[in-house]
Nanobody, 115 residues
Framework: QVQLVESGGGLVQPGGSLRLSCAASGTLFGINTMGWYRQAPGKQRELVADITHRGVTNYADSVKGRFTISRDNAKNTVYLQMNSLTPEDTAIYYC?????????WGQGTQVTVSS
């Protein structure tokens, strides 16, 4: 089993920044992809960004140039630096890990962008 614990969400004004963290524990394998998804009220969950164990990244078009995903393999942690936030970024953000054809999810952390 794999456990994912997110932190770093909160309330921020438009144009502000937040950094999310997600720490993985349990039975971890070196070959994996970790990522961030988000779900806004009334909308489907969507990919924000993901990163392979080798550091190859992928971003949703809506966050390119504003968000940066990174990881520290020694700490089994993935980060999401979010800059230039807008109200449209308001959502619950979920950490995700894929390994050995299985997918694991964190409990989610709320990000609210509002003045």
């Amino acid at each position: 089993q794999v456990q994912l614990v997110e932190s770093g969400g909160g309330l921020v004004q438009p144009g502000g920044s937040l950094r999310l963290s997600c720490a993985a524990s349990g039975t971890l394998f070196g070959i994996n992809t970790m990522g961030w998804y988000r779900q806004a009220p009334g909308k489907q969950r969507e990919l924000v960004a993901d990163i392979t164990h080798r550091g190859v990244t992928n971003y949703a078009d809506s966050v390119k140039g504003r968000f940066t995903i990174s990881r520290d393999n020694a700490k089994n942690t993935v980060y999401l630096q979010m800059n230039s936030l807008t109200p449209e970024d308001t959502a619950i953000y979920y950490c995700n890990r894929n390994q050995l054809l299985r997918t694991y999810w964190g409990q989610g952390t709320q990000v609210t962008v509002s003045s």
